[in-house]
């Protein structure tokens, strides 16, 4: 049984530009959490997919956008960055719309300069 | 306006002493408090977890202790272990809200050898 993964471990752009973060869940489980974590703080809920449809969004402004794919991997993808975009992003898979436990993968650290 | 307050943010203790970290929230309809331990370059694992119908709940060398009419919960960790130098988050989730967690501000716990 794999765990969660995500890709890439760390990425530098841009202020404007646009980026695109990948998850792929644990084996058997068919949602998805999103979460940013800034330095020093907690993970905050961006949204998460439930069997391909958004199942709940965090106070996040639509340039945060997703998609969650058939085999249950997931895309974050932000457009025009910006520099408080700067954070840690985590994935979370579980069963069932998290109510059993949540699984986090290693998170992607995105810089924006 | 935070939902769950945590307490304290630092935390240096000897090996073999208790760690305790604390943490308040409001809304009386979060009903499943969980908590997450991190270490660096790692995402949040659930430690251990509690539900309003128990005061206290013992996994191992870690307990949670739950005060319901007072809104505060908080972690124990006994005979404290360097392995155990991380940085500890509550949350707190509503089954209605399909156990999506809101999380405190972490406390970084070191424990000295």
């Known amino acids: 049984e794999t765990g969660v993964t995500q890709s890439p471990t760390h990425l530098i752009k841009t202020r404007g530009q646009q980026v695109t973060l990948r998850c792929s869940s644990q084996?058997?489980?068919?949602?998805v959490s999103w979460y940013q974590q800034a330095l020093g703080q907690g993970p905050q809920f961006i949204f998460q997919?439930?069997?391909?449809?958004?199942?709940g969004r965090g106070n996040f402004p639509p340039r945060f956008s997703g998609l969650q794919f058939p085999n249950y991997s997931s895309e974050l993808n932000v457009n025009a960055l910006e520099l408080d975009d700067s954070a840690l992003y985590l994935c979370?898979?579980?069963?069932?719309?998290?109510?059993?436990?949540?699984?986090f993968g290693p998170g992607t650290r995105l810089t924006v300069t | 306006q935070q939902q769950v307050k945590q307490s304290p943010q630092s935390l240096i203790v000897q090996k073999g002493g208790i760690s305790i970290i604390n943490c308040a929230y409001e809304n009386t309809a979060f009903d499943y408090f969980p908590w997450y331990q991190q270490f660096p370059g790692k995402g949040p694992a659930l430690l251990i977890a509690i539900r309003p119908d128990v005061s206290e709940k013992k996994e191992g060398r870690f307990t949670i202790s739950f005060n319901k009419s007072a809104k505060q919960f908080s972690l124990h960790i006994m005979d404290s272990q360097p392995g155990d130098s991380a940085t500890y988050f509550c949350?707190?989730?509503?089954?209605?809200?399909?156990?999506?967690?809101?999380f405190g501000r972490g406390t970084s716990l070191i424990v000295h050898p």
């Open positions: 949350a707190v989730s509503a089954s209605g809200g399909s156990y999506i967690p809101t």
């Open positions: 979370a898979s579980s069963f069932n719309r998290g109510q059993d436990e949540q699984y």
């Open positions: 997919y439930y069997r391909e449809e958004e199942n």
């Open positions: 084996s058997g489980h068919n949602t």
